[in-house]
């Protein structure tokens, strides 16, 4: 399938294809008798690695079967061909066949990569003193009965593997036309027949790189392999070389046969040395990528945006303006939203009614549809084709695409399949797994953490993405709906998709090159009560601070800005937003039971308030863990910023309510001392607006603040001087948020 690289009609889109090495130049090659061929029909994600891994070292194999349908059989999945391979490289050798001194090398395409100069594969290989000599691995395949065929050895592994292999012509060539094979027989079968063929093996000097001197079978001998870093203090950067632990050999080929294939998506993470390197990060990413600055914005793919809620999220306001916010023309996007959450039917709307009409196309599908979330996703893949797009982009509710660049950087790097890495903040909780467990569940890599983290960045070949990603869609019209699917037995939509991924050779990209955003953690997300988001500051604390705390808050602390005080010790601050003061207010006319306002209060443990006001307790609502949160993360730098010396942390609070004043009800309240070091008053309603008359008088200075903001709090000394009044409230409802700090 095309990349955009390819498009010709794109114009210059900088691509840059060619994979430079500064440090591998051969000097030998040219001098070299020395035929690299392989075999590959498509132009695989694998393809493009082996080939940019030769390239690394200079070397150009020659491509047997471009183009063409495969016809090696049916054992592709295990071993990568069949007996076409040997076909098409007996052809392909007939030219030659007078050159006594010409090497043949010879490997598979999609799972193999150089990891070194040929000239060094070279004298290796006569080193061994072979006339020919194929790779070795721990299984006899595909027929175990010759096992005991094989020669015992005393060190490495014994079995012939023919996914590499080098050679004298004259001995390959006799090896090729050793006996007749259809296309579709067995390569390693035909190979492993002529090698347990004593005599011919003697004669033509066959060996088995048993201790993979230069060849690197994975499949079996994964636990042997081991990446060893080279930290040289005159290099630029530390290099990468794989090591067999066992043999205690540098291979230069590695194979990634059979069910290896992970493991050699893992390793071509840092192999061959330069593809990564922890100065310049990943060097290999920029190969293939495009410059969209480069192509008019009315030419810049289409692409496909699906959204699915498939639970109920936390912050879902969030989400939509984040998706809103990317950087895209909204004219070259089809809209896509699945929701099976009627919680949010209403987030959905207030979004689509606003904005749909700005995007090329909109299809929703509601709950009431009631349709699963596998054929949904496998719903909009067709859609995505009908719609001929350009580019398949899925973002899950919970994946809040902080940095608006994302779809566009994720276009510009230019992959089959890319996912931008988000996680839980602060937690190991990501959308990508590093590695598989045999039967396809989660499993740690070794530098998981290290990724997750964003220790190492880079753009990492993993063997699952969810919760945000971006598919070419030559992909989708590659494959037909029953390939690439989200709809398997027994597991679910994401792990079906990345199967069906992993089951074509497709990689899958995880980058962490730029911070692209976060996942919001749904798990204890409780819809019942009111104002749910509110009660999120501990398990989604990013995203409760970006939608509840007042977008000025962080100039409080700037230590150039002088706080404003309105009556002497009194000092007002920004510190929540219009979200918060909404939500609470609302969260406690939901619950209703306003206090009394007499002086017996059963809340309390004496039982008793001198200053009784018409209040909701915190704890009422089940929010005061929340609040003291609240008071330890935003208020109490504060507090430390304008009273010096003054340090109490976490600062405790017993009385945390929000007060009523309404003129039929308690209008105001007289003049008192609050038992607290200092008191926070948050204005949560607005004044003119809301209600007329209120604030607050402090009597000892005959000042009073009546011009209130909403979301923002005065802080005052409780005791002695601050003797204080709340003023009459004349017509509306006043709303404020009391807590008595340090009493
Ligand atoms: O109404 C006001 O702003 C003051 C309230 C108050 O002093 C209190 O609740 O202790
Ligand atoms: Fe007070």
Redesign the pocket.
């Known amino acids: 399938y095309e990349k955009f690289c390819e498009k010709s009609d794109r114009g210059d889109t900088g691509c840059d294809e060619s994979p430079k090495n500064h440090f591998a130049q051969d000097e030998n090659l040219k001098s070299l008798d020395v035929l690299v061929f392989t075999v590959a029909t498509n132009e695989t994600d694998g393809f493009q690695r082996y080939i940019n891994s030769a390239r690394t070292f200079g070397i150009e194999p020659v491509v047997l079967g471009k183009g063409e349908k495969w016809k090696g059989g049916q054992n592709i999945k295990l071993y990568a061909g069949g007996g076409w391979k040997i076909n098409l490289l007996k052809e392909a050798l007939k030219q030659y066949e007078a050159d006594d001194n010409k090497i043949i090398l010879f490997t598979d395409a999609y799972d193999v990569i150089f990891l070194g100069k040929l000239s060094e594969i070279i004298n290796r290989f006569k080193a061994t003193g072979a006339k020919v000599l194929f790779g070795a691995e721990p299984y006899c395949w595909p027929n175990v009965d010759l096992a005991k065929e094989y020669p015992e050895v005393e060190k490495g592994q014994r079995f012939l593997n023919s996914g590499l292999f080098i050679g004298y012509l004259p001995e390959l060539y006799k090896i090729l036309n050793k006996a007749e094979l259809e296309d579709n027989d067995d390569d390693q079968l035909y190979y492993t027949l002529a090698y347990l063929d004593k005599e011919f093996r003697d004669s033509n000097k066959i060996k088995l790189d048993h201790t993979s001197e230069i060849f690197q079978n994975i499949f079996g001998a994964a636990n042997d392999l081991e990446i060893v870093t080279i930290n040289d203090k005159d290099a630029a950067a530390e290099t990468y070389l794989l090591k067999n632990t066992k043999t205690n050999t540098q291979p230069l080929v590695v194979h990634g046969n059979g069910f290896s294939k992970l493991t050699l998506n893992y390793l071509s993470n840092y192999l061959p040395s330069g593809v990564w390197n922890s100065y310049e990060g990943c060097v290999a990413c920029k190969h293939g990528e495009i410059n969209l600055e480069k192509i008019p914005r009315a030419t810049w793919p289409v692409v496909h945006m699906s959204l699915f809620i498939e639970v109920n999220t936390p912050f879902i306001e969030g989400f939509f303006s984040k998706i809103y916010q990317l950087e895209y023309p909204k004219e070259r996007i089809h809209l896509f939203i699945h929701n099976t959450m009627k919680y949010h039917s209403v987030h959905v709307k207030n979004f689509t009614e606003k904005f749909g009409s700005e995007y090329l196309s909109l299809k929703e599908i509601k709950p009431e549809d009631g349709s699963p979330e596998w054929s949904a996703r496998d719903l909009s893949l067709s859609q995505c084709l009908a719609k001929n797009c350009d580019l398949y982009f899925a973002v899950d509710s919970t994946a809040h695409l902080d940095n608006p660049f994302t779809l566009k950087l994720l276009i510009e790097q230019n992959r089959t399949v890319v996912a931008p890495m988000l996680v839980r903040p602060g937690k190991a909780w990501s959308n990508f797994w590093g590695a598989l467990t045999n039967d396809g569940f989660y499993a740690r890599s070794n530098d998981y953490m290290d990724i997750a983290y964003s220790n190492k960045r880079g753009l990492w070949n993993v063997p699952f993405i969810n919760a945000a990603y971006l598919v070419n869609a030559s992909l989708l019209k590659t494959y037909d709906s029953s390939q690439i699917t989200y709809n398997l037995p027994n597991v679910d939509a994401d792990m079906a998709f990345c199967y069906s991924l992993r089951k074509l050779d497709v990689f899958m990209y995880v980058s962490n090159r730029v911070d692209f955003g976060h996942l919001i953690n749904y798990e204890t997300y409780d819809i019942t009560r009111a104002e749910p988001d509110m009660y999120q500051i501990f398990e989604n604390e990013q995203a409760w601070q970006e939608a509840f705390i007042h977008p000025d808050y962080f100039d409080n602390l700037n230590p150039d800005k002088k706080n404003l005080q309105p009556c002497p010790d009194v000092y007002w601050f920004p510190i929540v937003s219009r979200k918060f003061t909404n939500a609470l207010i609302n969260m406690m006319e939901s619950f209703g039971k306003w206090s009394s306002g007499n002086n017996e209060d059963e809340r309390l443990e004496g039982g008793y308030e001198a200053?009784p006001?018409r209040?909701i307790h915190m704890n009422q609502v089940g929010w005061e863990r929340h609040w003291l949160y609240f008071l330890q993360k935003y208020v109490r730098p504060l507090q430390e910023h304008v009273f010096l010396g003054y340090f109490h942390d976490p600062p405790k609070s017993l009385m945390n309510f929000v007060?009523r004043?309404r003129p039929d009800e308690q209008p105001?309240?007289r003049p008192?001392h609050?038992s607290s070091t200092y008191?926070i008053?948050i204005a949560l309603n607005e004044v003119g607006k809301d209600y007329e008359g209120?604030?607050?008088r402090f009597i000892r200075y005959n000042c009073s603040?009546v011009d209130?903001q909403i979301g923002w709090m005065?802080m005052h000394p409780g005791r002695l001087t601050h003797y204080?009044?709340?003023?009459l409230v004349t017509k509306g409802t006043?709303y404020?948020m009391?807590a008595?700090v340090d009493p």
Do not use: A, K, M, P
Request: net charge negative; glycine share 12%.
């Open positions: 200053v006001t209040d007060v004043y105001s309240l008192h609050d008191t008053n209120g604030g607050c603040v209130t005065l204080h009044e709340g003023l006043r404020i009391i008595f």
